[in-house]
């Protein structure tokens, strides 16, 4: 019987979906949009390398289109557009709160998330990288394309030292098998900047309470024609 029951209330449950889906398909969530407005309808990513995941980077995209339930259906924007164009009625201000506003593309978001994807491409060790985008149009829906080209890895050649203290030289010497830094390892930013927060923690807790991260910072040379890199953290 509890089979039965958990049976009918998800039933229940596709057939209001799809009812919700079924009236949603004939409003078009054009109408409240502005006439110089574009609805953002997809959002893709694309990478040129088969060493960089687009989805690893889609975080850095600032505007994305309307979500989906079940990456199929997008129903929250479907129940927005069984409201009205009045916003002074109780019910369509109602439908409104539940559903999802129509994504209207944003020229400047875009320029920012391709600015962010090639950041974050160049703090990740693809000093060379280029992040841009385009747009295709179909009247007045809108898609947009990310793509990344990342270039050429660089990767830690060389660990140098610039230490001007002997007693904190002592101290990061005895330390050196917790280091972040390896040989070969890719330029990347985040791994940089947890070896600086673990020095500082270091150097807190041996008794330099006035230390703090901008005391270590790192210097990168890119080698003559070569992928390598020298660091000297100073």
Known sequence: MQTFF????????????????????????????????????????ESDSRAVR?????????QEANSRWLSLVKVPLGIYCLSGTDSTRRFNRFVRRIGEAPVVFDASLAQFSAASLQAALVSAGYLHARADYGVESRGRRLTV?????????????????????????????????????????PLDASQLEAEQSRLVRLFRNAGYYNLHNEYVSYLADTLSGEKGVRLTLR
């Open 145 to 185: 394309t990310f793509r990344l080209s990342p270039g050429e890895l660089y990767y830690v050649d060389t660990i140098l030292y610039d230490v001007e203290s002997p007693q904190i030289d002592s101290l990061m010497r005895r330390s050196a098998r917790f280091s972040r830094l390896r040989r070969g390892m």
């Open 6 to 45: 958990l049976f009918w209330r998800r039933l229940t449950q596709w057939a209001l979906l799809l009812g919700v889906c079924a009236m949603a398909a004939g409003c078009s969530p054009l109408r409240f949009l502005e006439p110089d407005e574009q609805l953002l309808v997809k959002v893709r990513l």
């Open 54 to 62: 687009p989805a690893a980077y889609r975080r850095y995209v600032r």
